[in-house]
Structure formats: structure tokens, C-alpha cells
T-cell receptor, first 116, second 114 residues
Framework: DTEVTQTPKHLVMGMTNKKSLKCEQH?????MYWYKQKAKKPPELMFV?????LSINESVPSRFSPECPNSSLLNLHLHALQPEDSALYLC???WGGGGLTSYEQYFGPGTRLTVT | EDQVTQSPEALRLQEGESSSLNCSYT??????LFWYRQDPGKGPEFLFT???AGEEKEKERLKATLTKKESFLHITAPKPEDSATYLC???????????????FGQGTILTVHP
């Protein structure tokens, strides 16, 4: 099974709201990722967690706060977002087991976020 | 800096009309090249990983090939359900770990008409 699940599917929030996106995988993958994708553009990396530790932050504004409670779960906490943050937010996971082999990433279906 | 260029931007085919999508890349030490398919409003679906020049992989009507500078995704006798955006991505040597940043191309939008 190569399934990554994400909730919610859709989210509408005001600029003063606080909300969270959730991601789960049960493939035993050790690396998990958050991406942002705007219409007609490729996914843009935001964060990478490896073995539950944040290893890459692509200079993402602090209004996005990632969290990895355990090896299967990844959250993205949202606060004081701007309308330009509206996008499809994708979670992905891969083996990332510490060796040098490059492993494919498996993506979830995404959360469509609209900031009003 | 790693770079990926995909061509054409859009491709319209008749059902059964075979063609190829191109992915040209520059990377400091290729560790993996990945092909994904993405349907509108959904997450990318993994298709293939290629690691070294000369490698080929097949899945149903799709065949991916790799040279030192580019990769091709060949589509044989496509069907309307093959319509999607096809994304190519590379991972280079930066970081020296098995996880990390993928550099994506802009994608090729494939439309197959019945």
C-alpha cells in the first residue's frame, strides 16, 4: 500500500483564524514533506522531516508551523494567513532511510486551502 | 543550481497516436530522476524512478528512458484516460542524504482525444 492520507480535503479560513492540516502514512517511511502548489505550477517544497526531526525549511514564513508528532503523522499549523497563501497543500513521504539511495516520494491527495 | 525543463508545455494527441515527452536537466550529480502523473486538483502519482543513463522502465503504455542530459516519457497508443499533467523531477547530490529537495519541471499537459 502506497497511500498517504490528508485531512481536510478542503479548508476555507479567514486571515485571523488558526487551523491545522493533517497527514498520515503507514508505509514505514522515515521522511515526510510539505509542499505548496499553485495553479498550473509544480509543487514547491516547504519542509522536510527526517526521523521526526525538521531537516529542511525552505525559508517558509512563520505563519506556517510544521509538527511531526510521530513517524506516521505530520501536521501543518496555520495562523494569520494571507490570501496569497491560498493553494493546494500536498504532503508526501519517502523511505529516506539514511543511506545515499534516492527514493521516490509518494504524495497525498492534498488539501485545497482558501484564505478569505 | 539544479534545473529541469520539460517540453512541450502542452501536447494534444488523438487516441492511438504515440508520442514522447521530454525532460532536460542539469544537476550536480544525478541521484534520481522521477516521473509523476497529476490529475487536476489531485496529488502527483508516482510513475518511475531512473538512476543512471541507459536505464529504461515500462508500465502499461508508458516507457521512461534516461540519458546523461535528458529523459523521455514515451506514450504508446494513448487512451483518453492518459490525459493528465506529467511532471519530471530530479534529485542531485546536495545534502548527501537519501531524502531532500526535488527540483520539478513545469510539466507537460497531455490531452488525448477519442
Amino acid at each position: 500500500d502506497t497511500e498517504v492520507t490528508q485531512t481536510p480535503k478542503h479548508l476555507v479560513m479567514g486571515m485571523t483564524n488558526k487551523k491545522s492540516l493533517k497527514c498520515e502514512q503507514h508505509m514505514g517511511h522515515r521522511a515526510m514533506y510539505w509542499y505548496k502548489q499553485k495553479a498550473k505550477k509544480p509543487p514547491e517544497l516547504m519542509f522536510v522531516y527526517s526521523y521526526e526531526k525538521l531537516s529542511i525549511n525552505e525559508s517558509v514564513p512563520s505563519r506556517f508551523s510544521p509538527e511531526c508528532p510521530n513517524s506516521s503523522l505530520l501536521n501543518l499549523h496555520l495562523h494569520a494567513l494571507q490570501p496569497e497563501d491560498s493553494a493546494l497543500y500536498l504532503c508526501a513521504s519517502s523511505w529516506g532511510g539514511g543511506g545515499l539511495t534516492s527514493y521516490e516520494q509518494y504524495f497525498g491527495p492534498g488539501t485545497r486551502l482558501t484564505v478569505t | 543550481e539544479d534545473q529541469v525543463t520539460q517540453s512541450p508545455e502542452a501536447l494534444r494527441l488523438q487516441e492511438g497516436e504515440s508520442s514522447s515527452l521530454n525532460c532536460s536537466y542539469t544537476v550536480s550529480g544525478l541521484r534520481g530522476l522521477f516521473w509523476y502523473r497529476q490529475d487536476p486538483g489531485k496529488g502527483p502519482e508516482f510513475l518511475f524512478t531512473l538512476y543512471s543513463a541507459g536505464e529504461e522502465k515500462e508500465k502499461e503504455r508508458l516507457k521512461a528512458t534516461l540519458t546523461k542530459k535528458e529523459s523521455f516519457l514515451h506514450i504508446t497508443a494513448p487512451k483518453p484516460e492518459d490525459s493528465a499533467t506529467y511532471l519530471c523531477a530530479v534529485q542531485g547530490n546536495a545534502g548527501g542524504t537519501s531524502y531532500g529537495k526535488l527540483t520539478f519541471g513545469q510539466g507537460t499537459i497531455l490531452t488525448v482525444h477519442p
